[in-house]
């Protein structure tokens, strides 16, 4: 199996964990040439305008996360997001690599939802667990969610 298709599931994953950070960061692998999408249809994703956008959006949902009204990641709204943005940074990373845009698309979504699921769950077993506010449990899922996508694209 190509290391690249494993790779596009786990930016899925990511993008299950933090579902804005992860295109942001493969816009901005693109944009630092670390991504070769030239020429296909999602060189969009290497533009100062796609880097900012998902930038902005990145640092909302960090912001966001921690807030008491945000809805679970699984909720279906949120989930949706997730699945987009997991399929869209999967299928970025499967053309950059010579695989089919459809390959990387399939397996970024499925590793968004393993990445939501996973993360719900987790999170909410280790506030129980460790009896802490939530927010001492958000803010290292943050860190993990940044630090596996940039471990991926780079």
């Not at 670390?34 to 909302?60: D, E």
């Amino acid at each position: 199996m190509n290391h690249f298709l494993l790779l596009a599931f786990a930016i899925g994953f990511a993008a299950g964990l933090r579902s804005l950070v992860t295109p942001a960061v493969v816009s901005w692998a693109a944009h630092l040439g670390w991504l070769n999408l030239g020429g296909t249809p999602l060189s969009f994703m290497a533009s100062p305008v796609a880097v900012g956008i998902f930038t902005v959006l990145a640092m909302l949902e960090l912001i966001a996360d921690v807030l008491p009204k945000t809805p679970a990641r699984t909720a279906p709204a949120s989930l949706a997001v997730r699945v987009i943005t997991g399929g869209l940074s999967g299928a970025c990373l499967s053309v950059a690599n010579g695989s089919a845009l459809w390959i990387g698309v399939v397996l970024g979504i499925a590793g968004a939802m393993v990445g939501a699921y996973a993360g719900y769950y987790t999170r909410r077993g280790l506030v129980s667990r460790l009896q802490v506010k939530d927010i001492l449990i958000a803010i290292p899922e943050d860190i993990v969610a940044l630090g596996l996508a940039y471990l991926i694209v780079r």
